[in-house]
């Protein structure tokens, strides 16, 4: 399913975790409605700036994937509105001037971005 021009609902529900564990990563429609405005809001204008594909390390999690992964009890991941990209120079500095987010979080290697 396409949730926006260049982002489908299948990249944002892949895990490597989920498949390991046997772990089948079920969204409910406000999840994907969140997820659609999170790729509408965040990461279209991330890669109309920056003119290339952006890889999605972690999107939505459900409640046995997050746990499996070690997220927070209340992750954003869980409700379709968080997203995990890899960490390129000029992502964290795009997104803070011009994204509104309720969470951006430089982990290292990767940007955490929730809605």
């Given at each position: 399913m396409q949730l926006t021009e260049h982002f489908t609902l299948e990249e944002m529900l892949r895990s490597e975790t989920a498949t390991k564990k046997g772990i089948e990563n079920r969204i409910?429609?406000?999840e994907v409605n969140n997820l659609q405005k999170l790729c509408q809001k965040v990461l279209e204008p991330l890669?109309?700036?920056f003119g290339k594909p952006i890889?999605?390390?972690s999107g939505f999690r459900c409640k046995a994937l997050n746990d499996a992964v070690g997220?927070?009890?209340n992750s954003y991941h869980t409700k379709g509105r968080a997203v995990d990209i890899p960490f390129v120079p000029g992502y964290y500095a795009f997104l803070r001037d011009n994204v509104k987010t309720t969470e951006l979080i430089n982990e290292g290697t990767w940007l955490h971005v929730a809605l």
């Open positions: 409910n429609a406000e890669r109309a700036h890889r999605i390390n997220g927070a009890k």
